[in-house]
């Protein structure tokens, strides 16, 4: 039974449910429905619809104890132990994941965190995650959280049979990892590819949660692409309803056809349940990586050496550009790739190697997956002009960190131009400049934001230094202000803003 009708499948079984439960469902999910042309007169005559919904029903059934037989098998509880000493605390990563899933999973899973003032012993922690055997020699692909920080990692088979694991490499940017198994003849799984799964397509969930050992859930995929949830470095993920709780990170998300197509990584829940959003990191992207841990044991990614963002429809406007695709060049790092490239801060890059570029997370995720010595074409649109620019790709550092560093300000009286912004600015004096670490640098420094104000809705914040309003330079508020005052209500301008050490586009539009 190929993907294709059993996704057709999966839609007339929707139908079913509509019939014998008499539950609403949105036509949206029955695709299928409007392609029967019955007379009424049967319809309301004969029974065959019920007869038809419940094999179709049964069908589908069987599709899913399918899937769910080939996929099982190849996916493990994973038990981590760490043993902590008395003054080891919770670290950044650790909190981060205790923030998104909610104290009663760190109390249920990792134990409390211990109380480094009173306790003398070491502390045993032990967790329990999910992992996926890709490999008949032992090789299993799991999440960097699962086992991260781990002394003894334990993989249970069946239902007795225990081995101890090994980690051959952890991508923390990514939250992959590789454990290897000693032994041979494996159960392994069937990778498929992640590019072609579709929004709405059906699903499951196989994984270990809350300790009820291989569970099986459904669902479908509910988008596609989701990036700045906060939970890695790069993200590309997979968004699915079906089931997703504590203890099915590093599981499986399987097509109907029983094939991987995702690790189940992390759930959105106020108390840590799944609550019908969950994430998966595609298995095409997850493939890459666990290659290069199994061949090196570490990642290494290619670096433009440049701060991209988004455009919105705002920043298109101001920079009167006919579409939000592309990546925006905030920023390009002194003496990097990018600048040595003759990439350009406002440039906007719209293809790499002739391939088209939709948004900065798309462009980092291509230039990740290129090697570093490599080099690279990009098409750019520069003042309006379409150029190519060739940059020769180095290997991404390890330590990158955007400054953020803000300091107490003083505010000087408003002017009317900027007090419209719904902010306060002040010409930049050399003591704030030491203190902001703005030394040798120019521009109009935003001293307040007013809540719900136009410069709040951009995303401006205290201690931002605005440096060119329309691509024009300035050194000081009354040329801000003389910028500002020329535009009309609802017009929009691009700000050039440097925030700590970094600086990117902002668009700020005048109220009506």
Same mark, same amino acid.
């Given at each position: 039974?190929?993907? $294709?009708?059993?996704?057709?499948?999966?839609?007339?079984?929707?139908?079913?449910?509509?019939?014998?439960?008499?539950?609403?469902?949105?036509?949206?999910?029955?695709?299928?429905?409007? $392609?029967?042309?019955?007379?009424?007169?049967?319809?309301?005559?004969?029974?065959?619809?019920?007869?038809?919904?419940?094999?179709?029903?049964?069908?589908?059934?069987?599709?899913?104890?399918?899937?769910?037989?080939?996929?099982?098998?190849?996916?493990?509880?994973?038990?981590?132990?760490?043993?902590?000493?008395?003054?080891?605390?919770?670290?950044?990563?650790?909190?981060?994941?205790?923030?998104?899933?909610?104290?009663?999973?760190? $109390?249920?899973?990792?134990?409390?965190?211990?109380?480094? &003032?009173?306790?003398?012993?070491?502390?045993?922690?032990?967790?329990?995650?999910?992992?996926?055997?890709?490999?008949?020699? #032992?090789?299993?692909?799991?999440?960097?959280?699962?086992?991260?920080?781990?002394?003894?990692?334990?993989?249970?088979?069946?239902?007795?049979?225990?081995?101890?694991?090994?980690?051959?490499?952890?991508?923390?940017?990514?939250?992959?990892? !590789?454990?290897?198994?000693?032994?041979?003849?494996?159960?392994?799984?069937?990778?498929?590819?992640?590019?072609?799964?579709?929004?709405?397509?059906?699903?499951?969930?196989?994984?270990?949660?809350?300790?009820?050992?291989?569970?099986?859930?459904?669902?479908?995929?509910?988008?596609?692409?989701?990036?700045?949830?906060?939970?890695?470095?790069?993200?590309?993920?997979?968004?699915?309803?079906?089931?997703?709780?504590?203890?099915?990170?590093?599981?499986?998300?399987?097509?109907?056809? #029983?094939?991987?197509?995702?690790?189940?990584?992390?759930?959105?829940?106020?108390?840590? #349940?799944?609550?019908?959003?969950?994430?998966?990191?595609?298995?095409?992207?997850?493939?890459?990586?666990? @290659? &290069?841990?199994?061949?090196?044991?570490?990642?290494?990614?290619?670096?433009?050496?440049?701060?991209?963002?988004?455009?919105?429809?705002?920043?298109?406007?101001?920079?009167?550009?006919?579409?939000?695709?592309?990546?925006?060049?905030?920023?390009?790092?002194?003496?990097?790739?990018?600048?040595?490239?003759?990439?350009?801060?406002?440039?906007?890059?719209?293809?790499?190697?002739? @391939?088209?570029?939709?948004?900065?997370?798309?462009?980092?995720?291509? !230039?990740? @997956?290129?090697?570093?010595?490599?080099?690279?074409?990009?098409?750019?649109?520069?003042? #309006?002009?379409?150029?190519?620019?060739?940059?020769?790709?180095?290997?991404?550092?390890?330590?990158?960190?955007?400054?953020?560093?803000?300091?107490?300000?003083?505010?000087?009286?408003?002017?009317?131009?900027?007090?419209?912004?719904?902010?306060?600015?002040?010409?930049?004096?050399?003591?704030?400049?030491?203190?902001?670490?703005?030394?040798?640098?120019?521009?109009?420094?935003?001293?307040?934001?007013?809540?719900?104000?136009?410069?709040?809705?951009?995303?401006?914040?205290?201690?931002?230094?605005?440096?060119?309003?329309?691509?024009?330079?300035?050194?000081?508020?009354?040329?801000?202000?003389?910028?500002?005052?020329?535009?009309?209500?609802?017009?929009?301008?691009?700000?050039?803003?440097?925030?700590?050490?970094?600086?990117?586009?902002?668009?700020?539009?005048?109220?009506?």
């Amino acid at each position: 039974m190929n993907a $294709k009708y059993r996704n057709s499948l999966a839609g007339m079984a929707a139908l079913a449910i509509v019939f014998t439960s008499g539950i609403a469902l949105s036509p949206k999910i029955m695709p299928t429905h409007e $392609k029967i042309k019955t007379p009424s007169s049967v319809v309301a005559s004969s029974p065959a619809p019920r007869r038809d919904a419940g094999l179709l029903a049964n069908q589908l059934s069987e599709a899913f104890e399918e899937a769910s037989q080939k996929v099982s098998p190849s996916v493990v509880p994973i038990f981590a132990e760490q043993t902590l000493d008395a003054s080891r605390s919770y670290g950044a990563a650790d909190d981060m994941f205790k923030q998104f899933f909610g104290d009663e999973f760190f $109390k249920r899973f990792f134990g409390a965190p211990p109380d480094v &003032q009173h306790q003398q012993a070491p502390q045993v922690v032990r967790s329990m995650g999910s992992g996926v055997i890709v490999s008949s020699d #032992g090789y299993v692909l799991t999440n960097n959280h699962v086992v991260q920080g781990a002394d003894k990692l334990t993989i249970v088979m069946g239902t007795n049979k225990k081995y101890t694991a090994k980690v051959i490499g952890t991508d923390p940017q990514s939250d992959i990892a !590789v454990i290897k198994l000693e032994g041979s003849g494996f159960q392994a799984a069937q990778l498929g590819n992640s590019d072609e799964v579709k929004v709405g397509q059906w699903v499951i969930a196989v994984g270990n949660p809350f300790q009820l050992l291989h569970t099986v859930t459904a669902g479908i995929i509910s988008a596609k692409g989701r990036s700045s949830v906060g939970l890695a470095t790069y993200e590309d993920f997979i968004q699915t309803d079906a089931s997703i709780n504590p203890g099915n990170s590093g599981g499986a998300l399987a097509d109907l056809d #029983g094939r991987v197509i995702g690790i189940n990584t992390a759930i959105v829940g106020p108390s840590g #349940g799944n609550v019908g959003i969950g994430f998966a990191i595609p298995i095409s992207m997850a493939k890459q990586i666990m @290659q &290069q841990l199994i061949e090196k044991g570490t990642v290494t990614r290619g670096y433009i050496g440049i701060l991209p963002q988004d455009i919105d429809d705002n920043l298109a406007k101001a920079m009167k550009l006919k579409t939000t695709d592309g990546a925006l060049v905030g920023d390009v790092t002194a003496g990097g790739p990018g600048e040595k490239g003759g990439l350009l801060r406002g440039d906007i890059i719209t293809h790499i190697d002739n @391939q088209a570029i939709k948004n900065s997370t798309e462009l980092r995720q291509i !230039v990740a @997956q290129k090697a570093p010595g490599s080099r690279v074409a990009l098409q750019v649109i520069r003042d #309006g002009h379409e150029m190519t620019v060739h940059v020769k790709l180095i290997e991404r550092p390890n330590d990158l960190a955007a400054g953020n560093q803000q300091g107490q300000q003083q505010s000087q009286p408003k002017e009317q131009a900027y007090e419209k912004l719904g902010m306060d600015i002040q010409d930049l004096t050399p003591d704030i400049a030491k203190q902001l670490g703005y030394e040798n640098d120019r521009g109009a420094l935003v001293a307040n934001v007013a809540q719900g104000s136009p410069a709040d809705d951009a995303n401006l914040q205290r201690g931002d230094l605005i440096k060119e309003v329309n691509r024009t330079t300035i050194t000081s508020v009354a040329q801000f202000n003389r910028l500002i005052s020329d535009l009309s209500a609802g017009d929009s301008a691009a700000l050039l803003v440097r925030r700590g050490s970094n600086t990117f586009f902002a668009a700020i539009t005048m109220p009506k």
